[in-house]
């Protein structure tokens, strides 16, 4: 299967899901996990007519920016971020979507202001309390989106979440429910429900996040194929 094949089935799933969900498939965002393919197959996934591409290292998505694999779709930065790591994305990626601590958000608004613009990021929520992952707890989520609220560099425009990898799919599902209750929350206290996006998902449970309310969904093996480890 190509890239472009994968990618139709994707959406032809999505389709089916959101629709199921009472929701129209064209408002959910496909984000294309294109860690470890090389520039050619961002390009082809950007010529099938993914919405976004999603790097998960800094030097990799550098490396692949100067080879204009990411020219005509939006860039996603969605994995851990390190903070001397910061001002190589800020500016670069449209999205961040994996902003999990206070002193990220305080390195992204320096680097934001200095070149005088304002960095969209989501924030990350650690929904497993995974001693490993990053993210912001459950319980400083809203101290979280209220700190971000404070820089004027940044704009939040929602909440990304990762459920623990050995959950089963009942548990999955409840990670997934439990997400979208902490999304409306800090929506409805701290943003006027002026927050659009809820980004969960992958390639084994992209259906389901799309169930329990997702509307962004970032997928690497269903389109790319899976990955080779070095
Ligand atoms: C790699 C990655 C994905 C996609 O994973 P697949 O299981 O290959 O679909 C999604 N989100 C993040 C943050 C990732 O790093």
């Not at 197959?41 to 990411?70: P, S, T, W």
């Amino acid at each position: 299967m190509s890239i472009a094949e994968n990618i139709a089935q994707v959406r032809a799933n999505i389709a089916a899901a959101a629709r199921e969900a009472g929701r129209k498939p064209e408002e959910i965002t496909l984000v294309g996990a294109s860690k470890m393919n090389d520039a050619a197959a961002c390009r082809e996934a950007i010529a099938a007519g993914i919405d976004a591409l999603g790097e998960n290292r800094v030097q990799e998505m550098a490396a692949k920016f100067q080879e204009h694999a990411y020219d005509g779709a939006p860039l996603h930065f969605i994995g851990h971020l390190q903070r001397n790591k910061v001002r190589q994305v800020v500016g670069k990626a449209d999205l961040i979507q994996s902003v999990g601590s206070l002193e990220l958000l305080a390195e992204i608004e320096k680097a934001a202001g200095k070149q005088d613009m304002v960095q969209d990021i989501l924030l990350e929520v650690n929904i497993g309390e995974e001693g490993a992952k990053s993210g912001f707890l459950p319980a400083e989520l809203l101290s979280g989106a209220e700190a971000a609220l404070e820089k004027s560099h940044i704009r939040t425009l929602g909440l990304m979440a990762i459920p623990p990898a050995e959950a089963d799919r009942e548990e999955n599902l409840r990670y997934f429910d439990k997400v979208r209750a902490l999304f409306l929350d800090m929506n409805e206290k701290m943003f006027h429900n002026s927050l659009r996006i809820l980004s969960m998902g992958m390639s084994g449970d992209y259906e389901d996040a799309l169930r329990s309310g997702a509307n962004m969904v970032r997928v690497g093996t269903a389109i790319f194929g899976s990955r080779h480890y070095t």
